[in-house]
């Protein structure tokens, strides 16, 4: 097994001289909070892409009608509430008053209704939104209507929920062909995206949008009172890790969002620095397959490797020996959740054969195809479990083109439909929020859509199947069953093979205080 990165220490042991130049001279005497991303903002349009980076920009950005609260339950946001007709089918969503856009002008439900209608176009769940609804039109400047053609009660987690998020944005943005990025980032957020002063690769920086006005609550994840306590937001890319290590530790930076779990022991040692999980919901690893061509499209081929795969292995080259950070022996539905359970687990706790596995290749009828492996080598996490899979592949005999490669690369190819061999991709390794793993309606990667669905292309007829059911299940003792199905389902097909659980810490300087649990939001976080 490839040994998990190591880092010199001697790099770490301070900055001699600063590493970045100071905030301009604007910024001065101002609230600045300088934060070191997991990637650089490779692209800016929230409803284009689900990479986590670009959805934590647009959670500053942008607002949303309805957020998930701590205890991943939709709230009204935007929405100041709304009410249900006709047996279900006719949703009337009121937004609150107030509510003004970045370039000044208001936000009416004719914003709202045209930015459902482009997220619909991309999001998994929202193609089954769109389906199931006759229109998604404006009753008047604050009331949106959405009426259906059958009951879908799952409509507020839906436009709520917090990957691939629905951002609510300007109707003359939102009618952007969704081939199309939108690059003027024109929110109605808490932040004002400064786009003069984005650097690509290098910077991307956040003031405060003083017209926000929050909700009377107390802020919970993505719902809640969104009160905004810092003048500006920097985003600072920094790729290697040590040299992240130190910035934070000399007070250069702030914030780091996700040091190596190599450097945990010595920044938990510095006086000055807080280590903490705020990310309750964790994330799951996972094996994403490229199913619409050879040899991934043979579900037989993607199985074969169910032999071969020990979580922990994966969890410890991921976050160390500090098993209070990971879980193995898991499967499609976050541990811990109401829907988790061990259905189909034996494929993944039965004695581990890479033999088995050569066998299973060979029935199955692999006769060598190029297998081209993308990865990300500069996101930590997708790196080391990567290296695992690979050399899986590598010992059971499949031909491997082992790719590494920026994340700013990575990702737009991961759109790319065309064959491995020609600018396209086999297989790849990611990881999934946990957030969105505690419902199927919300994992657009437990789909079975084919060329519809989400990046991978899945095609299981009796998944969707379930799926469906589930999006009209009431009864939680009907939705555990139906989840329990999916998940024996899903070890047949094998939309994607999971590779366990894990919690990501983060490190701050001691004197940000109140930060929100969840992943990286500014808002409530103050500087003092």
Same mark, same amino acid.
């Given at each position: 097994?490839?040994?998990?990165?190591?880092?010199?220490?001697?790099?770490?042991?301070?900055?001699?001289?600063?590493?970045?130049?100071?905030?301009?001279?604007?910024?001065?005497?101002?609230?600045?909070?300088?934060?070191?991303? +997991?990637?650089?903002?490779?692209?800016?349009?929230?409803?284009?892409?689900?990479?986590?980076?670009?959805?934590?920009?647009?959670?500053?950005?942008?607002?949303?009608?309805?957020?998930?609260?701590?205890?991943?339950?939709?709230?009204?946001?935007?929405?100041?509430?709304?009410?249900?007709?006709?047996?279900?089918?006719?949703?009337?969503?009121?937004?609150?008053?107030?509510?003004?856009?970045?370039?000044?002008?208001?936000?009416?439900?004719?914003?709202?209704?045209?930015?459902?209608?482009?997220?619909?176009?991309?999001?998994?769940?929202?193609?089954?939104?769109?389906?199931?609804?006759?229109?998604?039109?404006?009753?008047?400047?604050?009331?949106?209507?959405?009426?259906?053609?059958?009951?879908?009660?799952?409509?507020?987690?839906?436009?709520?929920?917090?990957?691939?998020?629905?951002?609510?944005?300007?109707?003359?943005?939102?009618?952007?062909?969704?081939?199309?990025?939108?690059?003027?980032?024109?929110?109605?957020?808490?932040?004002?995206?400064?786009?003069?002063? &984005?650097?690509?690769?290098?910077?991307?920086?956040?003031?405060?949008?003083?017209?926000?006005?929050? &909700?009377?609550?107390?802020?919970?994840?993505?719902?809640?009172?969104?009160?905004?306590?810092?003048?500006?937001?920097?985003?600072?890319?920094?790729?290697?890790?040590?040299?992240?290590?130190?910035?934070?530790?000399?007070?250069?930076?702030?914030?780091?969002?996700?040091?190596?779990?190599?450097?945990?022991?010595?920044?938990?040692?510095?006086?000055?620095?807080?280590?903490?999980?705020?990310?309750?919901?964790?994330?799951?690893?996972?094996?994403?397959?490229?199913?619409?061509?050879?040899?991934?499209?043979?579900?037989?081929?993607?199985?074969?490797?169910?032999?071969?795969? $020990?979580?922990?292995?994966?969890?410890?080259?991921?976050?160390?020996?500090?098993?209070?950070?990971?879980?193995?022996?898991?499967?499609?539905?976050?541990?811990?959740?109401?829907?988790?359970?061990?259905?189909?687990?034996?494929?993944?706790?039965?004695?581990?054969?890479?033999?088995?596995?050569?066998?299973?290749?060979?029935?199955?009828?692999?006769?060598?195809?190029?297998?081209?492996?993308?990865?990300?080598?500069?996101?930590?996490?997708?790196?080391?479990?990567?290296?695992?899979?690979?050399?899986?592949?590598?010992?059971?005999?499949?031909?491997?083109?082992?790719?590494?490669?920026?994340?700013?690369?990575?990702?737009?190819?991961?759109?790319?439909?065309?064959?491995?061999?020609?600018?396209?991709?086999?297989?790849?390794?990611?990881?999934?929020?946990?957030?969105?793993?505690? $419902?199927?309606?919300?994992?657009?990667?437990?789909?079975?859509?084919?060329?519809?669905?989400?990046?991978?292309?899945?095609?299981?007829?009796?998944?969707? +199947?379930?799926?469906?059911?589930?999006?009209?299940?009431?009864?939680?003792?009907?939705?555990?069953?139906?989840?329990?199905?999916?998940?024996?389902?899903?070890?047949?097909?094998?939309?994607?093979?999971?590779?366990?659980?894990?919690?990501?810490?983060?490190?701050?300087?001691?004197?940000?205080?109140?930060?929100?649990?969840?992943?990286?939001?500014?808002?409530?976080?103050?500087?003092?």
């Amino acid at each position: 097994m490839p040994q998990r990165r190591t880092v010199l220490k001697s790099a770490l042991a301070a900055a001699a001289a600063p590493l970045f130049a100071p905030a301009i001279s604007h910024a001065q005497g101002r609230s600045v909070l300088k934060f070191i991303p +997991q990637s650089d903002l490779a692209l800016l349009d929230p409803v284009q892409t689900t990479g986590l980076t670009t959805r934590n920009h647009g959670a500053m950005v942008f607002d949303t009608l309805y957020g998930l609260d701590g205890n991943f339950v939709p709230q009204p946001q935007m929405a100041a509430g709304h009410t249900v007709e006709d047996n279900g089918l006719t949703w009337l969503i009121t937004l609150r008053p107030g509510l003004t856009f970045h370039d000044g002008t208001p936000v009416l439900a004719r914003d709202a209704a045209a930015s459902i209608e482009r997220w619909c176009r991309n999001d998994a769940l929202g193609q089954t939104l769109r389906a199931t609804a006759d229109e998604i039109t404006a009753a008047s400047d604050s009331v949106l209507r959405i009426r259906l053609k059958k009951p879908f009660p799952q409509l507020p987690f839906a436009l709520g929920k917090a990957s691939s998020v629905c951002f609510i944005m300007p109707e003359r943005l939102a009618r952007t062909d969704i081939s199309t990025q939108v690059t003027e980032m024109v929110g109605s957020g808490p932040f004002r995206f400064l786009a003069g002063e &984005r650097m690509a690769g290098q910077r991307a920086v956040y003031e405060k949008f003083t017209g926000y006005v929050p &909700r009377n609550e107390p802020p919970s994840f993505m719902a809640g009172g969104k009160v905004v306590k810092l003048d500006r937001v920097e985003w600072h890319t920094i790729p290697d890790a040590s040299t992240a290590a130190a910035a934070l530790q000399s007070g250069e930076m702030d914030w780091w969002e996700q040091p190596i779990p190599d450097l945990l022991p010595m920044l938990k040692r510095s006086r000055n620095i807080t280590v903490a999980v705020k990310d309750k919901g964790g994330y799951l690893g996972m094996i994403r397959f490229n199913q619409l061509h050879p040899p991934f499209d043979n579900p037989a081929i993607r199985r074969a490797f169910l032999a071969g795969i $020990n979580q922990s292995d994966y969890m410890t080259a991921t976050m160390g020996d500090d098993t209070s950070l990971w879980q193995d022996k898991v499967g499609f539905f976050t541990p811990g959740s109401p829907l988790a359970n061990d259905a189909g687990m034996e494929a993944l706790t039965s004695p581990r054969s890479l033999d088995r596995v050569k066998r299973a290749l060979e029935e199955a009828g692999y006769k060598g195809e190029k297998v081209v492996f993308i990865v990300p080598s500069d996101l930590p996490a997708l790196n080391a479990m990567s290296e695992i899979t690979a050399d899986m592949f590598r010992r059971t005999g499949i031909n491997l083109d082992y790719q590494p490669l920026d994340w700013g690369t990575v990702l737009p190819r991961l759109s790319s439909r065309n064959a491995p061999d020609k600018g396209g991709w086999s297989v790849w390794c990611n990881y999934l929020p946990g957030v969105v793993a505690v $419902n199927p309606a919300g994992n657009s990667f437990m789909r079975g859509i084919g060329q519809r669905g989400p990046v991978g292309w899945p095609t299981s007829e009796r998944i969707e +199947q379930l799926r469906d059911s589930f999006l009209v299940a009431t009864e939680e003792a009907e939705q555990k069953r139906i989840a329990t199905e999916m998940q024996r389902q899903a070890f047949q097909d094998l939309p994607y093979i999971p590779t366990g659980f894990y919690y990501q810490p983060t490190a701050h300087r001691a004197n940000i205080r109140n930060i929100v649990d969840g992943f990286p939001v500014f808002w409530g976080a103050e500087k003092t």
